[in-house]
């Protein structure tokens, strides 16, 4: 693997946000707090808002906390892509951590991370993310919980499997980043994760996880809707059929076999979620998810994909 050598800071927390500035309010208080040991560490705040929302928002949290380096810039054209990427121009850190606006940490969390990257020697580490949902009695909400959170029966140590850039480490003494790091042309239709951690995971790295870095996803109530979980887990279904096509003829076999492993999963799902529903059981969002996965990975098709980001993006007054 190759890697940076030369770093200004040790951490490097970059934080995207887009037309949530109650969200970023929380999430950087969460992450001012940080107490990252022997590291250094800055938070870098993109805001995709062209109408940059969060800026009075940040700026307020810049002047009440000097001890820590907070860096505000304005990324106006929308896309998650475009929000990260402009992030990434401005951070000084090997360690790159990524916050979302709609999560808030525990102190330790950037060091915990840090730490698992140097003690397992991992370019990519991740950890525990569990969702809160809204306030309410909604019965379908246990149900959803841990379709929004990011959890398993994972020991700290090495791990084989790939999670979102959301609450997750790269370590750029280890491994490099393509350039862009992010791929524009998925501003909308996500999988710009997918695309980036393809090119590391070429570089043969070692993936981490720690159980002691926790975070959690407030879950707006717009987002907790059987129609969100459908349009959610039909982008991640769609990510292994779309990475295959994307190496051409060298991916035929692999599209052919997404698509084939989608087809059983929707049998499979689909009756479950019939059966589920007609029993008028509420834990039949989650055959709902898993047949809309299902579903991903047959229509993969670039006119298939939802616009989960950007101007497009759903929001409380557009759902």
């Known amino acids: 693997m190759t ?8 951490i490097s927390i970059v934080v995207p946000t887009y037309k949530r500035p109650d969200d970023i309010k929380r999430a950087l208080s969460s992450a001012i707090k940080q107490d990252t040991k022997h590291y250094s560490f800055e938070i870098i705040v993109a805001d995709n808002d062209p109408a940059a929302s969060a800026n009075d928002t940040v700026h307020a949290i ?9 860096v505000y810039t304005h990324v106006p054209e929308p896309g998650v892509s475009n929000a990260r990427n402009g992030a990434l121009e401005l951070t000084q850190g090997r360690f790159l951590i990524f916050l979302d606006d709609d999560m808030e940490v525990a102190s330790d969390w950037a060091f915990e991370l840090a730490q698992a990257a140097d003690l397992y020697s991992s370019a990519v580490v991740f950890g525990p993310v569990e969702a809160v949902m809204p306030e309410g009695d909604d019965p379908l909400y246990p149900y959803m919980q841990p379709l929004f959170s990011r959890t398993g029966d994972f020991k700290d ?6 999670f979102g850039t959301g609450g997750c480490l790269i370590d750029l003494g280890q491994c490099s980043l393509p350039t862009p790091a992010f791929d524009p042309a998925l501003n909308e239709v996500g999988g710009e994760d997918d695309a980036m951690f393809a090119h590391v995971l070429s570089q043969n790295p070692n993936i981490g996880w720690t159980t002691k870095a926790k975070a959690v996803e407030h879950i707006p109530p717009h987002r907790s809707t059987p129609a969100y979980v459908w349009t959610r887990n039909f982008a991640f279904g769609q990510g292994p059929t779309q990475e295959a096509a994307d190496k051409g003829l060298a991916g035929a076999f692999g599209v052919m076999k997404w698509m084939a492993v989608g087809v059983v999963q929707a049998v499979i799902y689909g009756a479950q979620y019939a059966f589920r529903r007609l029993a008028k059981r509420d834990d039949a969002i989650t055959s709902y998810a898993r047949l809309s996965q299902a579903v991903g990975k047959i229509l993969w098709f670039d006119g298939f994909s939802p616009r989960l980001y950007g101007a497009n993006a759903p929001t409380a007054q557009t759902s």
């Open 3 to 10: 890697g940076q050598t030369n770093f200004k800071r040790d």
């Open 62 to 70: 810049i002047a009440a906390h000097p001890e820590v380096k907070i």
């Open 157 to 162: 140590g090495h791990i084989d499997k790939l």
